[in-house]
């Protein structure tokens, strides 16, 4: 291993650049600092992040941590950070969502076996966009650079989310009732959900070649496939707490891992069991092609991928023609997909 002056090992020798990360974050906390809500204590360099719940009589706290897994790869293929540095706000704030709670602040992490400034760089300025745009505080992160541990050229990003309810108006799906329907909201795409097996349907193998495909538009497609695979994941907080104030929401179900059966069963109790129509929403284009390219089954499509549907809510049926309108004038496509029914805990796909 080579080493610094006078025969010492340092740690750059040993693969991490402290200069480098410190250089990174210094130019981007103004840009942090444009996160801050009214919320927010402190200065920002504490070990801990500060932030005092206001207008809250009876809060509960709800989190929520995950990652993007393996879109970093098309990420970094087509040179596109700042995509998954938005897709990690919106990911976390349509989990806290899902008990009703109103995303206040995240924190970010960010790792490589060898931090490229520039990736990194463009990850978090990529949450930081994101966080403002849907005011989310930036609270803090962690940046690592851990030779040995992760493979050259990949980059792991996460982020924590915590946000706030009343107790009284916690969502859990207790208040779900046979009769009531199930009313779906369009996702972007795939939003961070599914990527190994769309990669594996769509791709090549070699950084060169899934970069010349990327930028390719395949037949059955209206953009270029790079465009299709790397549109951000669609935040509905705003939306969706505003449809609260003028409907009875009993259930909502983040449609991530595990498909819409592996997500809508998680709000339903043991005397409940949801019918979702297909040809009652279109599907993007994009999940016909890797079904078509990978010859994948209509059960492992929809146990894997979000099929258009990114969030679902579960509401009284008098009330779902009223929330799909209300839903439309607030900026999101919205359908009447299925419905609740008496019988087994379970999800049932029809049509």
């Not at 005011?135 to 706030?164: F, H, K, Q, R, W």
């Not at 037949?219 to 009875?248: F, K, M, Q, W």
């Not at 990978?294 to 894997?304: N, Q, Y």
Request: proline share 5%; glycine share 14%; aromatic share 4%.
């Amino acid at each position: 291993m080579p080493r610094g002056l006078g025969g010492s090992l340092t740690y750059r020798d040993a693969g991490v650049d402290r200069a480098s990360r410190a250089a990174i974050l210094d130019g981007l906390r103004p840009r942090i600092r444009r996160t801050r809500t009214n919320g927010v204590l402190g200065s920002g360099g504490e070990f801990g992040g500060l932030f005092r719940l206001r207008e809250f009589r009876d809060p509960v706290l709800v989190s929520s941590i995950d990652g993007v897994g393996t879109k970093t790869r098309l990420a970094a293929a087509a040179g596109r950070w700042e995509v998954v540095g938005a897709d990690i706000v919106s990911h976390g704030a349509n989990d806290v969502l899902c008990q009703g709670a109103a995303p206040l602040f995240m924190l970010d992490y960010v790792a490589a076996g060898a931090l490229d400034p520039a990736a990194v760089a463009a990850v978090i300025a990529g949450v930081a966009r994101a966080c403002r745009d849907q005011g989310i505080a930036l609270l803090g992160g962690e940046t690592a650079e851990m030779p040995g541990v992760y493979a050259s050229g990949e980059v792991d990003v996460v982020g924590c989310t915590v946000g706030a309810v009343e107790r009284s108006r916690i969502i859990t799906g207790d208040a779900v009732r046979p009769g009531d329907a199930i009313v779906g909201l369009a996702s972007n795409g795939l939003h961070t959900n599914g990527y190994s097996l769309a990669r594996a349907a769509l791709l090549p193998r070699g950084k060169a070649a899934v970069r010349r495909a990327l930028g390719r538009v395949p037949l059955g497609i209206s953009e270029s496939l790079g465009d299709a695979l790397l549109r951000p994941h669609r935040p509905y907080a705003r939306a969706v707490l505003a449809l609260r104030d003028a409907a009875d929401i009993h259930g909502i179900a983040h449609v991530t891992g595990g498909g819409i059966p592996g997500n809508l069963i998680r709000v339903l109790h043991d005397r409940c069991r949801a019918r979702v129509i297909r040809g009652r929403w279109p599907v993007p284009p994009i999940f016909r092609l890797i079904q078509r390219r990978g010859r994948v089954t209509d059960d492992e499509m929809f146990a894997t991928f979000n099929m258009g549907l990114g969030l679902l809510l579960v509401l009284p049926r008098r009330q779902a023609e009223s929330a799909v309108s209300r839903l439309a004038r607030l900026g999101e496509r919205a359908w009447i997909v299925g419905d609740i029914t008496a019988g087994r805990r379970g999800v049932e796909i029809r049509g």
